[in-house]
DNA sequence: ATGTATAATGTTAGCGCAAACATATAGCGT
DNA sequence: ACGCTATATGTTTGCGCTAACATTATACAT
């Protein structure tokens, strides 16, 4: 009932300790949970409390301890399905650690931007930095150094790469994308990829080639989107007017198979009679396209609970050893695909 | 070998002040812009300020002015487009008034959802809050006891009601879209209409019901969906379930708008010449749909800046008179809707 | 009984900042 | 010269909390 955020003057230790009759430390130790607080006290304070309706005031904590409990999740601003699912899941598992999340969105990838938006949550004193999106320009150490020391998590970040990062295996992604055109019978499979200062992006198109080339095929024809349903519009008629036939398109996200199929049909060709097409994510609208796309899913909760998981071992010992969490995709199987 | 940056990146007020040979007070009042000091002094804080990379310690700021210069926002956690890009630009409209934002999300609408999100934002102690989301069940009185008397402006209202707030005026952008269907001849208008306990899914619902009205014409058969593809695609079903022949479906947002479409295909009707079709919301997809979506755009960053002064105006004074900033909807004309 | 570990509490001292108050200097009229 | 104001700076205090240390009570062995 009377459950405030804010009351008019806040109740703070001291208030509860004079209720409870203790001293105020004996109530801090209560609400952390430390030891050596004997039962009967105990109770007596959490009874307080409860009655109070006291709640911690996070700042003066967070003087006190110099943590904030705060995490901060950098994204762009764009609202891709990928990054927005992260944010999603990162919030979620965050929450229920015990930790709040900000979030700070940028509009381009350049160094300067990403600065901006680490130097606004860093004023805000995150305790550990959650990076979704890739940043175009930097040497390893130099985003380090802009942190500041705070831990800090990639998300889009090389496989093998000596950065702390969960990431999803973007190649093996890939890799079932093309190989199941290829187990079809398609043996002219083209491909639209994402921006490559994506690591995400260039794993999927490398995977692509080399997945092609493994089989004894030449890889086809591949231009470039960047990640909207105009994209792959555009980058599917640059790549029908090469002329080149191709059976099957390989796509790096679901948006630009969109805008890629709606490009073939223009061309009076059909999918997936003319054209296979596969794409990536598995955004929610995937299976009401037209055709439904096949596509691959990727572990987005999982994403999330893992990389804040690694943050926070990070921020309580921020000299663990550097290691990479990686995550696996299926194939989500629908009918932009037919066989040859 | 990497310097840990954390241990020696810890510049104060104090150290500021030495450097600059004042007290730490001017420092304090440099930073703040506060008047009565001196040119030369100002330069000379600005100098060692810069020299030392000071940062104000937020925590510490905080505990003195109890001001928390954080926005928090609640918001649904599914990734729908309007709420994504609402966030998007209540983050960036807070950022360049000098404020951070944290989020939670919540997996349904109930108080107690809310509650529970409302806590974690609490305890981390916004100034303010945006609200987002519906919230079912809740008296209009209930949720600002529950905030405790921290503001709170809701994107999500009543056209109209008395609670601080900036809505988009979802009747007008629904009467604009029955409106053209009705202006090129059609007169058996159907509807998909959204979930009924977010206020603008109903205003849409009414107004679209209303327009038919006002204009002489029968409403057609209308059903619910949940906002997604599928939502809208089993609508669609059970809308020509019913056997009613209609020209036209106006649908309450562009996801349930191509679940739909997939479902009038599938009973062998084309769009848009057996089926017309209105979405609502103008997602970058909705172009790329086949036929390209027309449909009703919202002005998703004249929401998120207004709600975001509106929301410091009342945090800076309280008693602010309540109003509700209205904004309005533009229709996309595309290729879903043919002339009878 | 005496000492010694252990458990349970209290006391003190900041964390870094800004509000409130105190003081000092310059400028100006008389 | 005097007071008076406007301007410019310094000092004190406390925001609410926790770490570190100090103290007391209790248990148990010697």
């Not at 607080?37 to 009874?47: D, F, G, K, M, N």
């Given at each position: 009932m009377t459950m405030s955020i804010s009351d008019f003057r806040r109740v703070t230790l001291d208030d509860v300790a004079r209720a409870a009759g203790v001293s105020s430390q004996t109530v801090?130790?209560?609400?952390?949970?430390?030891?050596?607080?004997?039962?009967?006290?105990?109770?007596?304070?959490?009874?307080?409390?409860?009655?109070?309706?006291?709640?911690?005031?996070?700042?003066?904590?967070?003087?006190?301890?110099?943590?904030?409990?705060?995490?901060?999740?950098?994204?762009?601003?764009?609202?891709?399905?990928?990054?927005?699912?992260?944010?999603?899941y990162v919030e979620q598992t965050a929450r229920a650690r015990g930790y709040g999340v900000s979030f700070a969105t940028v509009n381009d990838l350049s160094l300067s931007e990403i600065g901006k938006a680490l130097q606004n949550l860093g004023d805000?004193?995150?305790?550990?930095?959650?990076?979704?999106?890739?940043?175009?320009?930097a040497t390893p150490g130099e985003l380090e150094r802009l942190c500041g020391g705070i831990p800090l998590v990639r998300i889009d970040a090389e496989l093998g790469s000596p950065v702390p990062s969960v990431v999803i295996d973007q190649r093996q992604g890939s890799r079932l994308a093309t190989q199941y055109l290829i187990d079809r019978g398609h043996q002219r499979i083209g491909e639209i990829h994402g921006p490559l200062n994506w690591f995400g992006a260039r794993a999927r198109h490398d995977s692509w080639n080399e997945t092609l080339l493994a089989a004894g095929l030449t890889p086809g024809p591949f231009v470039g989107g960047d990640w909207t349903a105009r994209g792959g519009y555009e980058a599917a008629h640059q790549l029908l007017d090469q002329r080149i036939s191709v059976t099957a398109l390989v796509i790096a996200n679901d948006q630009m198979a969109l805008g890629a199929m709606r490009a073939i049909r223009e061309r009076g060709l059909r999918v997936p009679e003319d054209v296979s097409v596969v794409g990536f994510d598995d955004i929610p609208e995937a299976a009401y396209f037209d055709p439904p796309l096949t596509t691959i899913r990727q572990n987005f909760p999982a994403l999330g609970e893992q990389s804040v998981d690694y943050l926070i071992t990070l921020i309580a010992s921020p000299e663990t050893f550097f290691h990479q969490r990686v995550l696996y995709t299926e194939l989500i199987e629908r009918q932009s695909v037919c066989t040859r």
């Open positions: 801090s130790r209560v609400v952390n949970e430390h030891p050596y607080v004997s039962e009967r006290t105990r109770r007596r304070v959490l009874e307080a409390i409860r009655k109070l309706d006291y709640r911690p005031n996070r700042a003066a904590r967070s003087l006190a301890t110099q943590q904030s409990h705060m995490l901060g999740i950098i994204t762009y601003g764009f609202p891709f399905y990928g990054p927005a699912q992260m944010m999603r805000h004193a995150v305790d550990g930095l959650v990076l979704i999106t890739p940043v175009i320009g």
